[in-house]
């Protein structure tokens, strides 16, 4: 899931101002701004950040989805990385 998804998925909207996204980023230890642009896809997290959101949302947004090329492109549960199929 996608920080965007996430954050409407609590009640929140996905935007500049959502108290989501205000309260994952707090956990996480990074600004609001810094969330937003990350849930935009226009700024990469670190390593460091994509495992801080990773247990601010308690696993929901995965390491792998905000860094595949550190952490692996995470499969949904359920699903083999080699075909995207039920295992």
Not at 24 to 51: D, F, H, M, R
Request: hydrophobic share 35%; glycine share 12%; charged share 15%.
């Amino acid at each position: 899931m996608n920080l965007t998804n996430y954050a409407v998925s609590k009640g929140g909207t996905g935007t500049i101002k959502c108290p989501v996204l205000e309260s994952v980023s707090k956990k996480a230890g990074c600004s609001a701004a810094t969330l937003y642009q990350i849930a935009l896809g226009n700024k990469q997290p670190s390593a460091k950040l994509a495992n801080a959101i990773h247990s601010a949302t308690r696993g929901r947004v995965t390491r792998g989805e905000l860094r595949p090329d550190v952490f692996g492109q995470s499969q949904p549960a359920g699903q083999t990385p080699e075909t995207g199929a039920a295992a």
